[in-house]
């Protein structure tokens, strides 16, 4: 397999990836996120038996650290009723940032998922699909419900 | 309510507000190199001879490109390894060494080199240009040739400077026509001048127009 320097992919797709991490995780945790994506992408690049579609595994790299990174948050967090009304409502002091993607972070984990990676990552359902493991018509309808979900959260 | 739905939508496509990418990415270049997951460190800078891009590994500096518009990236991943990432103090020493050079304070430069992009018959040829074609000395296509254990060989050797992976430091600048006139240059003819003229030897070449 040929495969372009990796910073060429780091040019093309890193600010995404970022966003991507920013609306997953918050700001706060994407610095980290970001930085562990990188590490492990560059660890498994040279691996990689497929150079066709370095856009969905980078963004798979990330998704994955994406899910660390709130899996070790709720660790931290003590008994969560319910995972979800479980995340603070209001941004933490300093952190700029607005009821949407407060509202983002609350969505149940495969809907969040495939909210961001659909409009954040713009990547295509079968794409997401196989990041976030599911069909491709799963991840359609995960999509679907979390639009319909923040549609009524933020009414 | 639509109207309403493709106004959610676009406001997901914007993404969260951020402006924090650039020290973001600086971070995790840093992180990457720390935790030995880059293999090719690169920077680009300037020089009096325009910009240039800079590539080392951990055997050695692999890569001067003139222009710097980073197409010798592409032979790197190849042959050496994909896991190229901008991370400029890497490059320190040999940036240093050749803003001395190019302030006329360095005549030799000591580095070591990983020439794993040089192949064949013409790694013989520039590893002879190297070890053996100081600073001010110039030589033509039918002596390195002949150095290089070939005396006929001379089209090899004008491919051997033309795929010239670390110029200036691997002195093909020094290599004239066998008639003596100036020939040809990666970096452009009046950078060969230049670089000549630097070492204090473009007066020797004739012909040379401006």
Same mark, same amino acid.
């Given at each position: 397999? %040929?495969?372009?320097?990796?910073?060429?992919?780091?040019?093309?797709?890193?600010?995404?990836?970022?966003?991507?991490? +920013?609306? %997953?995780?918050?700001?706060?945790?994407?610095?980290?996120?970001?930085?562990?994506?990188?590490?492990?992408?560059?660890?498994?690049?040279?691996?990689?038996?497929?150079?066709?579609?370095?856009?969905?595994?980078?963004?798979?790299?990330?998704?994955?650290?994406?899910?660390?990174?709130?899996?070790?948050?709720?660790?931290?967090?003590?008994?969560?009723?319910?995972?979800?009304?479980?995340?603070?409502?209001?941004?933490?002091?300093?952190?700029?940032?607005?009821?949407?993607?407060?509202? +983002?972070?609350?969505?149940?984990?495969?809907?969040?998922?495939?909210? +961001?990676?659909?409009?954040?990552?713009?990547?295509?359902?079968?794409?997401?699909?196989?990041?976030?493991?599911?069909?491709?018509?799963?991840?359609?309808?995960?999509?679907?419900?979390?639009?319909?979900?923040?549609?009524?959260?933020?009414? | 309510?639509?109207?309403?739905?493709?106004?959610?939508?676009?406001?997901?496509?914007?993404?969260?507000?951020?402006?924090?990418?650039?020290?973001?990415? $600086?971070?995790?270049?840093?992180?990457?190199?720390?935790?030995?997951?880059?293999?090719?460190?690169?920077?680009?800078?300037?020089?009096?001879?325009?910009?240039?891009?800079?590539?080392?590994?951990?055997?050695?500096?692999?890569?001067?490109?003139?222009?710097?518009?980073?197409?010798?990236?592409?032979? *790197?991943?190849?042959?050496?390894?994909?896991?190229? *990432?901008?991370?400029?103090?890497?490059?320190?020493?040999? $940036?240093?060494?050749?803003?001395?050079?190019?302030?006329?304070?360095?005549? $030799?430069?000591?580095?070591?080199?990983?020439? $794993?992009?040089?192949?064949?018959?013409?790694?013989?040829?520039?590893?002879?240009?190297?070890?053996?074609?100081?600073?001010?000395?110039?030589?033509?296509?039918?002596?390195?040739?002949?150095?290089?254990?070939?005396?006929?060989?001379?089209?090899?050797?004008?491919?051997?400077?033309?795929?010239?992976?670390?110029?200036?430091?691997?002195?093909?600048?020094? *290599?004239?026509?066998?008639?003596?006139?100036?020939?040809?240059?990666?970096?452009?003819?009046?950078?060969?001048?230049?670089?000549?003229?630097?070492?204090? *030897?473009?007066?020797?070449?004739?012909?040379?127009?401006?």
């Amino acid at each position: 397999v %040929s495969l372009p320097p990796f910073d060429l992919l780091l040019d093309e797709h890193g600010p995404s990836v970022h966003r991507f991490l +920013v609306a %997953s995780v918050g700001r706060d945790a994407a610095a980290d996120c970001f930085q562990d994506t990188v590490v492990s992408a560059l660890r498994s690049y040279p691996d990689l038996r497929d150079g066709r579609n370095l856009k969905a595994w980078f963004f798979s790299v990330a998704h994955s650290r994406a899910m660390d990174g709130h899996r070790r948050r709720h660790r931290r967090r003590e008994t969560p009723v319910d995972r979800h009304d479980a995340e603070p409502s209001a941004p933490p002091p300093g952190e700029p940032d607005d009821t949407l993607w407060c509202a +983002v972070r609350r969505l149940p984990e495969k809907q969040r998922e495939s909210v +961001v990676l659909r409009f954040v990552a713009d990547l295509p359902y079968r794409d997401i699909g196989v990041i976030t493991g599911c069909t491709e018509a799963a991840a359609r309808q995960n999509v679907r419900a979390g639009i319909k979900r923040l549609r009524e959260v933020l009414a | 309510m639509s109207a309403n739905t493709s106004d959610l939508e676009t406001r997901l496509q914007q993404g969260p507000a951020g402006d924090d990418y650039a020290a973001a990415v $600086r971070a995790a270049r840093d992180a990457a190199a720390k935790a030995g997951e880059v293999d090719v460190a690169y920077t680009t800078t300037d020089s009096p001879v325009g910009p240039l891009l800079l590539a080392a590994t951990d055997e050695g500096l692999c890569v001067i490109e003139f222009g710097a518009r980073g197409d010798s990236l592409d032979d *790197v991943a190849e042959h050496i390894s994909p896991r190229i *990432v901008e991370v400029p103090k890497r490059l320190d020493p040999v $940036r240093r060494q050749l803003d001395q050079y190019f302030a006329g304070k360095r005549q $030799r430069f000591d580095l070591d080199l990983d020439r $794993r992009l040089m192949r064949g018959f013409r790694r013989t040829v520039l590893e002879r240009l190297f070890d053996d074609i100081g600073y001010g000395e110039l030589t033509s296509y039918s002596e390195l040739a002949e150095m290089a254990g070939s005396p006929r060989a001379m089209r090899a050797v004008g491919s051997a400077m033309a795929t010239n992976p670390i110029p200036i430091v691997v002195p093909c600048h020094r *290599v004239l026509r066998n008639d003596g006139s100036i020939g040809g240059y990666g970096g452009g003819l009046a950078t060969k001048r230049w670089l000549l003229a630097l070492e204090g *030897v473009e007066e020797e070449i004739p012909d040379t127009k401006r």
